[in-house]
């Protein structure tokens, strides 16, 4: 299962804060990743989830698992680094 630090679970809200309330984060799987190590994923916007999505609901946010997703991100941690008023996510090994 995917874990949320507080500092991301912070960064999500501000994200989602002007958003109606059932909207959520959705991370979607891809086939590529740009470094090569796993998956490729990406997160956008979205107003709820989609009928085959996961949600997870911790920390206070809402996010998305796209179906088939969720594998990928077993084990993980969800983290974030903010610089100024640039935001990135980036997931880790859990432990």
Known sequence: ???????????????????????GLRIVGGTHSLNGQGPALHMELAP?????????????VRLFIAEGTAPALDGKVLDVEVEGDEVRFSLLEAG
């Open 48 to 60: 709820a989830p989609e009928a085959e999505d996961e949600v997870i609901e911790d920390e206070g």
């Open 1 to 23: 299962m995917l874990i949320i630090t507080q500092d991301a679970a912070r960064a999500i809200a501000g994200v989602l804060e002007q958003e109606p309330d059932n909207a």
